[in-house]
């Protein structure tokens, strides 16, 4: 019986070591289509200093902050090793107020604001999902208030409804972070901590010049924008258009037509094709609307069609991969955005002096690094799905 036991023990030992190895690796994730993915990060319990990912490509930050502010490279921020053990020490909460939560940069967001807060020992105690609608956003906000977060990260829906909501949160002491844009008379330094955002101008300039390699430098295009007063997408919009009419005056514009919500691509893409039928390709302002071009395009007949847009989500890196209508993109890294935001959390927390706008530099991508951008993107492996189609 003794023997039985001491097998048994040494058994147990030998898995607990094999279990604390795995600890060390990176994490499985199974996801809905069957796919495994790893996280190429370490688990939270990870020491040293916090910093967005340094493989990140050098690129110039060509975009402005919202009132005109140059840019910081996402890729200076730090906390220090000493810094996250104070911050810790502090056993802070943070709220995550979205615009939307239903696509992949959205979650991407959140997945890398959480893993970091962890990292900093900060509680997450509310993520809101606001479905684009500024009414709601207000009532998330002090829904939230109630929780008494030391922190808010968000992003506003609209700039003028939601300013008064975000500015009680300043005035209450919480340290808010935005993303991509912030409201109307709310200052840096003082309301708020910084901005954060991926270089979208740039994004654009790359979808641009996608477009005009594909098109062999001549032709007609239509442009769908974000018809709204929201900073970033109009940024990508102003970069393709100048781009295409500075760089490649046999590219025209000949059509453009304004989207109020992401499932309106579909409605707009095709009243702009059943108008100009010998049009050879469109920008659409963001991945999900520019499904919705990909539809209205098959639907017209149209193959040999050139489609550029900005965000790697699923949907748009499958048809790149298998060089399809969608042609390329400029990729926003919204993982590393989010650590960024909490890396600027703890600025605003530990009182360290924060540029008022960061961004994260853009990235093309087209069928020849779609598998490797993914990767950069999310800190993860590509789906299966995307795997099996890539040429």
Same mark, same amino acid.
């Given at each position: 019986m003794k023997k039985v036991l001491s097998i048994i023990t040494m058994i147990l030992f030998?898995?607990?070591?094999?279990?604390?190895?795995? $600890?060390?690796?990176s994490t499985n994730i199974e996801k809905s289509d069957g796919q495994e993915k790893s996280k190429t990060e370490e688990t939270a319990a990870s020491s040293g200093p916090i910093t967005i990912n340094q493989e990140i490509p050098d690129q110039e930050i060509l975009s402005k902050g919202p009132s005109g502010e140059a840019a910081v490279s996402a890729k200076t921020l730090q906390l220090t090793e000493e810094e996250?053990?104070?911050?810790? +020490?502090?056993?802070?909460?943070?709220?995550? @107020?979205?615009?939307?939560a239903g696509n992949d940069w959205a979650t991407a967001q959140i997945d890398g604001l959480k893993a970091t807060f962890e990292k900093m020992g900060i509680e997450v105690v509310a993520v809101t999902d606001a479905q684009f609608k500024a009414e709601k956003q207000v009532s998330d906000i002090e829904t939230v208030l109630a929780k008494k977060p030391d922190i808010i990260v968000g992003i506003p829906v609209d700039p003028v409804s939601t300013a008064s909501a975000f500015k009680k949160a300043a005035d209450a002491g919480v340290k808010v972070v935005f993303m991509d844009n912030k409201p109307n008379g709310l200052e840096a330094g003082k309301d708020y901590v910084s901005v954060v955002s991926a270089d979208n101008y740039g994004n654009g300039v790359q979808a641009a010049e996608i477009m005009a390699e594909k098109l062999g430098g001549k032709g007609k295009i239509? @442009?769908?924008?974000?018809?709204?007063?929201?900073?970033?997408?109009?940024?990508?919009?102003?970069?393709?258009?100048?781009?295409?009419? +500075?760089?490649?005056? #046999?590219?025209k514009i000949v059509e453009r037509g304004g989207i109020i919500g992401p499932n309106d691509g579909e409605k707009v893409a095709s009243g702009m094709l059943t108008k100009n039928r010998d049009l050879d390709g469109m920008f659409v302002v963001w991945d999900v609307p520019a499904e919705g071009a990909l539809a209205?395009?098959?639907?017209?007949?149209?193959?040999?069609? @050139?489609?550029?847009?900005?965000?790697? &989500?699923? #949907? @748009?890196?499958?048809?790149?991969?298998?060089? $399809?209508?969608?042609? $390329?993109? $400029?990729?926003?890294?919204?993982?590393?955005? &989010?650590?960024?935001?909490?890396?600027?959390?703890?600025?605003?927390?530990?009182?360290?002096?924060?540029?008022a706008y960061v961004a994260v530099p853009a990235l093309q991508v087209t069928n020849k690094n779609v598998l490797d951008a993914w990767k950069l993107v999310y800190h993860q492996d590509a789906p299966k799905s995307i795997q099996s189609v890539a040429k």
């Open positions: 030998i898995t607990s070591i094999a279990l604390a190895g795995c $600890g060390q690796k996250v053990q104070k911050i810790k +020490e502090g056993k802070y909460k943070a709220a995550l @107020v979205m615009h939307y239509g @442009v769908i924008y974000h018809d709204a007063d929201y900073f970033v997408t109009k940024q990508r919009t102003e970069a393709f258009e100048k781009t295409i009419k +500075e760089k490649y005056p #046999n590219i209205a395009t098959r639907t017209a007949g149209k193959k040999d069609f @050139v489609i550029t847009t900005i965000d790697l &989500g699923t #949907n @748009v890196a499958l048809d790149i991969a298998s060089d $399809g209508i969608i042609k $390329g993109l $400029g990729a926003q890294l919204p993982y590393d955005q &989010g650590i960024s935001e909490a890396i600027l959390a703890g600025y605003g927390i530990l009182g360290k002096e924060a540029p």
